[in-house]
Nanobody
Framework: QVQLVESGGGLVQPGGSLRLSCKAP????????MGWFRQAPGMQRELVAS??????????HYADSVKGRFTISRDNAKNTVYLQMNSLKPEDTAVYYC?????WGQGTQVTVSS
């Protein structure tokens, strides 16, 4: 069973920051497209940020709702992709999932509340 390990969620006040991590079990994952999705209660899962493979230049893309506040990045040596989330808003509250190649992480809860 493939294991993508997510970490970094939690409770934060509006305006705060969190950094999510998604670690893959091997360097081959650096050859795959990777995306961070989120799903709020009663809502569809949505793609918030993505990064292409290292062979495709690690290009990034963001949903309009997070552009300028979230940053996706990768550490190839650690087989890890990060999602830095700044200026968090209550509407960012959701379970966040990483999807790397054909695999999904277990999800991590992000709650933005005062």
């Amino acid at each position: 069973q493939v294991q993508l390990v997510e970490s970094g969620g939690g409770l934060v006040q509006p305006g705060g920051s969190l950094r999510l991590s998604c670690k893959a079990p091997g360097s081959i994952y650096n050859l795959y497209f990777m995306g961070w999705f989120r799903q709020a209660p009663g809502m569809q899962r949505e793609l918030v940020a993505s990064i292409t493979s290292i062979t495709s230049g690690s290009s990034t893309h963001y949903a309009d709702s997070v552009k300028g506040r979230f940053t996706i990045s990768r550490d190839n040596a650690k087989n890890t992709v990060y999602l830095q989330m700044n200026s968090l808003k209550p509407e960012d509250t959701a379970v966040y999932y990483c999807q790397w190649g054909n695999d999904w992480g277990q999800g991590t809860q992000v709650t933005v509340s005062s």
